[in-house]
């Protein structure tokens, strides 16, 4: 990892003494107590200006946090996923207005609720199926479990909806999750939720493979992601990060220790929304791919259109018109969604630093990334906190990256 540094700062723009600040910022966070340790990253113009680490990745262990840990990175699997649908897309299996019920019958004529308890739901019939831009918009009227915010939340526990934990099969959870009502409409609100997981189902349906295989074969695998899978590599647990909450005594308490963790042995269902574990430079491969309009050393994985189109805001407004006025951390107003990620609309309305067109999406250890084409610049933050906003960490560590912009 430590030869990606291949660049002074000032030689693409970015100030050292300013970029330096976010050294000062992830010690401080350990020396405080607030995390364990943290990996930070900053890629621009085509070089790694930042690289740095700071704590440790197992307490217990003393196992020093370095850039070469290996991290579980949650809903940023999302964007992968979403990659792979597309390049179905791209040989035209299905088109994205199409209602995903014409792959998978168990979704036609889903029915929506509209009140009641959990004992007894009140639904109306949806007044149209999920479609391909649904699911990967966030706008399909799924939900999670963990959500614990409505009856459909809770039927979703009872019916064992959980792709991260399930002991089945992929294609066993997502047709359980067919037979139960939605939230929403389908296109009418912003809910995160399941529809990635169910994306990866589709993926499978459509290409023919297991989505794992799928998934490693035409993206993991060519882009060089060594250390990224729904497993932690063999032989390599010793660099797996211990993952961490805040107590109620305000200290960090482990929640998943990894010499023990499920992360070490093959998982029955693969959660394209959440089941992943990489690298601080595996990722930045996917992340330079993205920058690169689909193309990383001479390999082609989607057109330069498709990409576009990706980082395009697909909403009627920003998420906080689609019911979400918040984020994580963050207000989301002027942030929209595209296609797999979060879409910078207006930095002013959202109150931080940006650009507009950047693309951007976290997971629930706290970890982070976003990809700002205009600035050719990529960011990454790599720590094990759950949940992701215990701290306001990403706003943090934007604030940092774009004030040592210089040119």
Same mark, same amino acid.
């Given at each position: 990892? @430590? +030869?990606?540094?291949?660049?002074?700062?000032?030689?693409?723009?970015?100030?050292?003494?300013?970029?330096?600040? !976010? @050294?000062?910022?992830?010690?401080?966070?350990?020396?405080?107590?607030?995390?364990?340790?943290?990996?930070?990253?900053?890629?621009?113009? =085509? #070089?790694?200006?930042?690289?740095? +680490?700071?704590?440790?990745?197992?307490?217990?262990? =003393?196992?020093?946090?370095?850039?070469?840990?290996?991290?579980? &990175?949650?809903?940023?699997?999302?964007?992968?996923?979403?990659?792979?649908?597309?390049?179905?897309?791209?040989?035209?299996?299905?088109?994205?207005?199409?209602?995903? +019920?014409?792959?998978?019958?168990?979704?036609?004529? #889903?029915?929506?609720?509209?009140?009641?308890?959990?004992?007894?739901?009140?639904?109306?019939?949806?007044?149209?199926? &999920?479609?391909?831009r649904d699911l990967l918009t966030h706008t399909s009227g799924l939900t999670y479990g963990f959500m614990q915010a409505t009856a459909v939340d809770a039927l979703y526990r009872e019916h064992g909806i959980d792709f991260g934990g399930a002991e089945t099969s992929l294609g066993e959870v997502v047709e359980a999750l067919a037979a139960l009502p939605l939230i929403a409409e389908p296109g009418t609100a912003w809910n995160y939720s399941?529809?990635?997981?169910?994306?990866?189902?589709?993926?499978?349906?459509?290409?023919?493979?297991?989505?794992?295989?799928?998934?490693?074969?035409?993206? &993991? =695998?060519?882009?060089?992601?060594?250390?990224?899978?729904?497993?932690?590599?063999?032989?390599?647990?010793?660099?797996?990060?211990?993952?961490?909450?805040?107590?109620?005594?305000?200290?960090?308490?482990?929640?998943?220790?990894?010499?023990?963790?499920?992360?070490?042995?093959?998982?029955?269902?693969?959660?394209?929304?959440?089941?992943?574990? +990489?690298?601080?430079?595996?990722?930045?491969?996917?992340?330079?791919?993205?920058?690169?309009?689909?193309?990383?050393?001479?390999?082609?994985?989607?057109?330069?259109?498709? &990409?576009?189109?990706?980082?395009?805001?697909?909403?009627?407004?920003?998420?906080?018109?689609?019911?979400?006025?918040?984020?994580?951390?963050?207000?989301? *107003?002027?942030?929209?969604?595209?296609?797999?990620?979060?879409?910078?609309?207006?930095?002013?309305?959202?109150?931080?630093?940006?650009?507009?067109?950047?693309?951007?999406?976290?997971?629930?250890?706290?970890?982070?990334?976003?990809?700002?084409?205009? *600035? *050719?610049?990529?960011?990454?933050?790599?720590?094990?906190?759950?949940?992701?906003?215990?701290?306001?960490?990403?706003? *943090?560590?934007?604030?940092?990256?774009? #004030?040592?912009? !210089?040119?």
């Amino acid at each position: 990892m @430590d +030869s990606l540094m291949t660049t002074t700062p000032k030689q693409v723009g970015l100030c050292p003494q300013r970029l330096a600040r !976010i @050294d000062t910022w992830r010690d401080r966070l350990v020396a405080e107590g607030r995390l364990a340790g943290a990996t930070t990253l900053v890629f621009r113009r =085509g #070089q790694v200006a930042h690289l740095g +680490s700071s704590g440790l990745a197992d307490l217990a262990r =003393g196992t020093p946090m370095t850039p070469e840990t290996i991290h579980r &990175i949650y809903s940023m699997t999302k964007p992968l996923t979403s990659v792979a649908i597309m390049m179905l897309y791209e040989e035209g299996r299905f088109q994205l207005d199409d209602p995903i +019920s014409r792959f998978m019958p168990g979704f036609a004529g #889903q029915r929506v609720c509209t009140g009641g308890a959990r004992g007894k739901l009140e639904t109306l019939p949806a007044m149209r199926d &999920i479609t391909f831009r649904d699911l990967l918009t966030h706008t399909s009227g799924l939900t999670y479990g963990f959500m614990q915010a409505t009856a459909v939340d809770a039927l979703y526990r009872e019916h064992g909806i959980d792709f991260g934990g399930a002991e089945t099969s992929l294609g066993e959870v997502v047709e359980a999750l067919a037979a139960l009502p939605l939230i929403a409409e389908p296109g009418t609100a912003w809910n995160y939720s399941v529809s990635t997981d169910v994306l990866g189902h589709l993926v499978a349906v459509l290409s023919g493979q297991p989505f794992d295989r799928f998934l490693q074969d035409r993206l &993991i =695998g060519p882009l060089g992601m060594v250390d990224t899978g729904f497993q932690v590599p063999d032989g390599q647990g010793a660099r797996f990060a211990a993952n961490y909450a805040l107590g109620a005594d305000r200290f960090l308490k482990l929640i998943d220790d990894p010499a023990t963790s499920r992360y070490l042995a093959p998982r029955k269902v693969h959660s394209g929304g959440g089941g992943l574990v +990489s690298t601080a430079a595996d990722y930045l491969r996917f992340c330079r791919m993205l920058l690169n309009k689909g193309e990383l050393d001479g390999v082609r994985y989607l057109g330069r259109k498709t &990409i576009e189109l990706m980082m395009t805001n697909h909403l009627r407004g920003d998420m906080a018109a689609m019911g979400q006025p918040r984020w994580s951390e963050s207000t989301a *107003e002027g942030i929209g969604f595209g296609l797999g990620f979060s879409v910078t609309l207006d930095p002013a309305r959202a109150q931080i630093l940006g650009t507009p067109g950047e693309c951007a999406w976290g997971g629930a250890a706290s970890t982070a990334f976003w990809v700002d084409p205009a *600035e *050719e610049m990529a960011v990454i933050l790599l720590t094990q906190l759950m949940p992701s906003y215990t701290w306001p960490l990403r706003r *943090e560590l934007r604030v940092l990256s774009y #004030q040592a912009v !210089i040119d």
